[in-house]
């Protein structure tokens, strides 16, 4: 019988996390090679225009390591908030070194409580996807990787700069959609979007 999403997702985690606790440096995000030159491109495009780039992750992983030591690489400066839900990965991710300008914060603690993922669909999770607000920020580009993707979308929205991008992952899901729709967007891959803010 062929693995679940689900079941294949958990696979993957249980190898990262046990790679990261033995110390090895897990670099490569959970994403396609073609995703990740499509982000990173988008990413050092920004940065290289402005100067400097303001990031805000839904969903921390080896990507919050990963794109971050890419812009310091490249003379970039930058922030990068990541925000996170679950107690196991976050907990291995604090074993990585990241860059000075990667702020990783946890939620919420009535959901880390429960073992089972698809039991997170039936939560709100309002702190997870308001934390935002409590920064006082607008940022240049909104990575949409975690849980209550199509919220966070919505919430995107007021977290934007004028010129900013948000990027969902995984977003040949249908379920993404309505998010998908509330911006001018295009797909960079099958399964990583851009959208803009419509004028």
């Known amino acids: 019988m062929e693995k679940t999403y689900e079941q294949k997702f958990e696979e993957r985690l249980r190898i990262q996390t046990k790679l990261i606790k033995r110390g090895i440096d897990a670099k490569v995000p959970f994403m396609e090679d073609a995703c990740i030159e499509a982000f990173e491109k988008e990413m050092l495009r920004i940065g290289k225009e402005k100067g400097n780039i303001d990031v805000l992750e839904w969903g921390s992983g080896t990507s ?53 993922r698809r039991a997170l669909r039936g939560f709100p999770m309002d702190k997870y996807v308001n934390f935002p607000d409590t920064l006082n920020k607008k940022y240049d580009l909104i990575f949409v990787d975690g849980t209550k993707r199509v919220r966070c979308m919505k919430k995107a929205l007021k977290l934007l700069k004028p010129d900013g991008v948000v990027i969902l992952h995984d977003a040949h899901r249908v379920a993404y959609t309505e998010g998908i729709n509330l911006y001018n967007g295009k797909r960079l891959t099958h399964m990583l979007w851009l959208g803009k803010l419509k004028q």
């Open 64 to 116: 919050t390591k990963h794109f971050p030591d890419l812009l310091e690489k490249n003379g970039i400066k930058f922030t990068w908030d990541s925000i996170e839900y679950d107690i196991r990965w976050y907990d291995a991710l604090k074993k990585l070194t990241f860059p000075k300008g990667v702020k990783m914060y946890l939620f919420d603690e009535e959901i880390l409580r429960i073992d089972d």
